[in-house]
């Protein structure tokens, strides 16, 4: 088995961490979040599901750490090819890492908020809702840089594989391009993002799930199809 079979499929089985503990986290727990327009059943949830908020926070915290071993699988796997765009690559992924772990924070505020007998319950769930809300916005924004390093790994598996999986590069660039839309309209064009509702959560769900998706099982065979 070559070195190259082994990089892609410790990134592959990183990969699959990633996305067990992020897809059970941001669905399963955040996604019973009730409406931010009402604060206190927010403080009740947070409140009712105090432990499994902070059991996301702990599967967030070991998604950055498995996001840190992919990006290294990652460089390791395309180091001889492209090595100034590769190590921009990786430089990026590990930002967005670090970038990310201050925002998974917030969540452990949520819940300070919500579980402090001390403090006022009208200020406790404004709070708590703004901590969720922090959460929300600082994740998006950090997508940028994980958008930037899609678009360049992207580009990495196009110069370095052979016709076919050109197609999965320009797949997993393209799912790039969707998460870098989905932070600059956050902050720049909030009034199209409102206007596109659904539609612009789809630009960044289906390419990730398309090319992020085919990208993992491409790891998990070993990377086949790469230039020698």
């Known amino acids: 088995m070559s070195s190259n079979s082994n990089y ?10 990633i996305f067990a503990l992020a897809m059970h986290a941001n669905f399963a727990v955040l996604g019973g979040v009730p409406s931010y327009d009402d604060p206190a059943a927010v403080l009740a949830y947070a409140q009712q599901n105090a432990a499994a908020v902070r059991f996301a926070v ?11 071993l992919v990006a290294l699988a990652l460089f390791k796997l395309f180091e001889p090819r492209a090595p100034f765009l590769n190590a921009l690559s ?7 890492t670090v970038a990310h772990i201050p925002v998974i924070l917030t969540l452990a505020s949520a ?15 404004v709070m708590t809702v703004e901590a969720f809300r922090a959460y929300g916005q600082g994740f998006t924004l950090t997508l940028a840089f994980f958008g930037l390093h899609l678009m360049m790994l992207g ?3 196009i110069r370095a594989g052979r016709a076919p999986i050109a197609v999965l590069g320009a797949l997993v660039a393209i799912a790039g391009t969707g998460y ?49």
């Open 58 to 68: 702990v599967e967030f915290l070991i998604v950055m750490a498995a996001d840190i």
């Open 180 to 228: 870098v839309w989905d932070a600059l309209s956050l902050m720049a064009l909030p009034d199209v993002r409102e206007r596109l509702g659904d539609l612009s959560a789809m630009i960044v769900i289906l390419p990730a799930l398309l090319g992020e998706g085919l990208l993992m099982i491409w790891l998990l065979l070993g990377g086949p199809g790469l230039k020698r």
């Open 90 to 96: 990786t430089l990026f992924r590990v930002g967005y």
């Open 111 to 125: 819940v300070r908020w919500a579980t402090n007998d001390a403090v006022d319950p009208s200020l406790a769930s």
């Open 155 to 157: 580009a990495l598996i």
């Open 8 to 17: 892609a499929r410790i990134a592959g089985v990183g990969y699959v961490v």
